[in-house]
């Protein structure tokens, strides 16, 4: 019910544009073939394997982690919606381009359920603009980072990540075991 009513309001937000003509599909295509920036995981497994494979092993990592999560979130708490921040940052963790604005996608989520992760790196992901053209350096490309740009962003994400753990596994140790009663009709 929810996948066919994703679709349909995907498809009826892309109306307008197919009806007027202003679909570029060909520049979408090469966006999501070849276009990299800003990217967590994917930007490790690139120097090692093609990026058509890099890029399918992401995608195939990301529908696993989703799927499995979907399913044991509905096993284990049925009726409530899932945790859309864990899903974002499964996207942030594994897209070949992770704009600053994305980030502003996991801001609603990060006020339902705050986190330190959620808030460090919706500012941390603000280090993506030092790049060759903002820092006037005609010796980089453009777009292109310089070396200790993407290990403190992503390091600052994942300490984060790490203290929520921490708090999370803390607080986990110190609640009262609940105990369900359960009575005979």
């Given at each position: ?62 529908t696993i982690a ?67 053209l903002n820092l ?50």
């Amino acid at each position: 019910m929810y996948g066919d009513s994703f679709f349909g309001i995907l498809v009826l937000i892309y109306l307008p544009f197919v009806l007027q003509g202003n679909t570029d599909l060909q520049t979408l295509l090469v966006f999501a073939r070849e276009w990299e920036f800003n990217a967590a995981l994917f930007s490790l497994l690139k120097p090692w394997m093609p990026n058509s494979l890099a890029r399918t092993l992401c995608a195939l990592l990301l529908t696993i982690a989703v799927a499995s999560y979907y399913l044991v979130y509905r096993r284990i708490t049925p009726g409530t919606i899932v945790r859309g921040d864990w899903i974002y940052g499964g996207l942030f963790a594994l897209w070949p381009v992770v704009n600053s604005w994305y980030l502003l996608w996991l801001l609603p989520f990060a006020v339902i359920r705050p986190s330190a992760w959620t808030w460090t790196a919706s500012v941390a992901v603000l280090l993506s603009y030092i790049t060759g053209l903002n820092l006037d350096n005609m010796d980089m490309h453009p777009f292109a980072h310089p070396d200790w740009v993407r290990p403190l962003e992503y390091g600052l994400i994942l300490l984060a990540l790490a203290y929520d753990i921490f708090r999370w596994r803390r607080m986990s140790d110190h609640m009262p075991e609940q105990t369900c009663v359960h009575s005979d009709p």
